[in-house]
């Protein structure tokens, strides 16, 4: 069992930067993949980003390529989200997750994929 705790949200001025913290308990964290998914009101949720288990593979989404920075520190089961030049259409909950698989080799978008999710931390960007 993984347990994820995000902290970092808060509210930022366009253009602006954050940068979010994954916590994670458990033993396990330095062999999964971890990601971040975002969820705005009314909205569905949405990936973010993706991290492999070793640090050395990312993936974004186009909303975020560019203007977010994956990383993490397995020897600190810590992830992070570092997000610069920040809009309003960022504004949203944003959850950190954990794949449910050791060492997978891929890092898909799909929320499916990762069955451990962290409670949210909130990002509100004004215009």
């Known amino acids: 069992q993984v347990q994820l705790v995000e902290s970092g949200g808060g509210l930022v001025q366009a253009g602006g930067s954050l940068r979010l913290s994954c916590a994670a308990s458990g033993s396990t964290f330095g062999s999964l993949n971890m990601g971040w998914f975002r969820q705005a009101p009314g909205k569905d949720r949405e990936f973010v980003a993706a991290?492999?288990?070793?640090?050395?593979?990312?993936y974004y989404a186009a909303v975020a390529q560019g203007r977010f920075t994956i990383s993490r520190d397995n020897e600190r089961n810590t992830g992070f989200l570092q997000m610069n030049r920040l809009e309003p259409e960022d504004t949203a909950d944003y959850h950190c997750v954990a794949d449910g698989r050791p060492y997978r080799a891929v890092l898909p978008p799909t929320p499916g994929t990762y069955p451990y999710w962290g409670p949210g931390t909130q990002v509100t960007v004004s215009p």
């Open positions: 991290i492999n288990w070793a640090g050395n593979s990312t």
